[in-house]
């Protein structure tokens, strides 16, 4: 199958059947609202990304077959590549130009598709809708379709992108169908860009708060280092550890207790913040003001060294082993990271020269140099790749001469 062909109803109808038997079985699922029923294609779904779930959670509920635009280093798993093809999917390089995912949504629109894009580029880390890829805008008006919002919420909360394993709770979605063909003819890209932006807006902390939703599961604050890596209290980076329900900085002591509203309780010390969220904002607000700060990147030196397996890409072939090491920042190499091989091999990575920074799941790391992919995997699980690409983006932009 392809973009031209779609799969047959039955084994549609055979494939999401499970994949609904499944999602039920985790969560609640409720359809708030599905104005896609009765809407014929080609028409264009555009939904926040919260879960790997996501995709599946439209289809159920969609009497299409969707052509979901995904990152492109999935098709590098030749298994995966074969259920993608097979589905429609449109190959996209993530954070990056890419001509053949504007010719594919085109040949999608041809062949009466649904397309699905999720504008953020990739799954939001703690609830809240990320910034919008601008190009979003541009391609909605050259598709030129009905376009439908899809709103996921509840999603984080059921399984943060932090997490090791799911929460039984509610999850809702709502399908609406924002604007006709025609719509944005005479809008500019910034226009079009400033309504999605509003259309997409969600915040699942927000929602739990007038919902009162509950998520139950096992060691709920587990692995929540992966998201947060500064303390609120002593404000040091790198020394907060999960156990079961607890969330605390090794240093001071500063612990809190993650509840089943996805909130945060008082533990040893009066609270900073209530929701994964506020400390989330807090701390890059911090980090932006620390690498300002003489003498503070020797503090993040020694924060900035991590366990990984490194790989890489050429072209469009499979990943292939670079071997185990280190990667490393260098407050004496500041506009670089470098990687030590455990056999002696070392690489340097100038910050001038990256394309497309971006994580995979939790735990890798990726980006671009030249025509080849790069991939850290971070093997220890509480290693977090979002404080390396959270890092190096502010690096970056502290100062013209890093750009």
């Known amino acids: 199958m392809s973009i031209e062909k779609k799969p047959g109803k039955l084994v549609q109808r055979v494939l999401l059947s499970v994949a609904y038997a499944i999602i039920r079985s985790r969560s609640r699922i409720k359809i708030e609202r599905n104005d896609t029923v009765g809407l014929k294609p080609p028409y264009l779904i555009l939904a926040n990304h919260v879960t790997n779930w996501d995709p599946l959670y439209i289809n159920c509920y969609v009497d299409e077959p969707i052509s979901f635009v995904a990152g492109a280093s999935l098709f590098r798993n030749p298994m995966l590549a074969k259920l993608l093809n097979y589905t429609g999917a449109i190959p996209k390089t993530k954070y990056k130009n890419d001509t053949r995912t504007i010719r594919g949504m085109l040949k999608a629109k041809q062949h009466g598709r649904v397309i699905g894009l999720f504008p953020e580029g990739n799954r939001n880390w703690d609830g809240t809708t990320e910034p919008l890829i601008f190009s979003t805008a541009k391609l909605v008006k050259l598709l030129d ?155 993040w030196e020694q924060v900035m060294r991590d366990p990984v397996h490194l790989y890489v890409s050429e072209g469009e072939l499979p990943f292939q082993s670079l071997g185990t090491g280190q990667l490393q920042w260098s407050a004496d190499q500041e506009a670089a990271l470098s990687f030590q091989g455990e056999r002696g091999q070392t690489y340097s990575f100038p910050f001038a020269e990256l394309e497309g920074l971006n994580v995979q799941l939790h735990h890798k790391f990726e980006f671009y140099l030249g025509d080849k992919l790069y991939r850290f995997l971070f093997y220890q699980p509480r290693t977090s790749a979002y404080k390396w690409l959270k890092f190096i983006t502010a690096l970056v932009q502290r100062t013209p001469r890093l750009n």
């Not at 309780?265 to 807090?282: C, E, G, I, K, V």
């Not at 980090?287 to 003489?294: T, Y």
Request: proline letters at 6%.
């Open 145 to 299: 379709l009905p376009v439908v919002v899809a709103t996921i919420s509840g999603g984080h909360l059921s399984f943060p992108r932090w997490a090791e394993s799911h929460r039984r709770g509610p999850i809702r979605l709502s399908l609406v169908k924002k604007w006709e063909a025609g719509t944005f003819t005479n809008h500019t890209p910034e226009q079009i860009h400033e309504m999605l932006t509003e259309a997409l807006a969600h915040d699942d902390a927000e929602w739990q708060s007038h919902t009162g939703a509950a998520y139950y599961g096992k060691a709920p604050a587990h692995y929540l280092e992966r998201l947060l890596f500064i303390c609120p209290h002593c404000e040091a980076p790198g020394h907060l550890r999960s156990e079961q329900d607890l969330f605390g900085c090794t240093d001071c002591g500063y612990t809190v207790r993650y509840t089943h509203q996805g909130k945060l309780a008082p533990f040893t010390h009066s609270l900073r913040f209530s929701t994964t969220r506020d400390w989330n904002r807090w701390q890059l607000k911090r980090l932006e003001q620390a690498i300002q700060e003489p003498g503070h990147l020797a503090i």
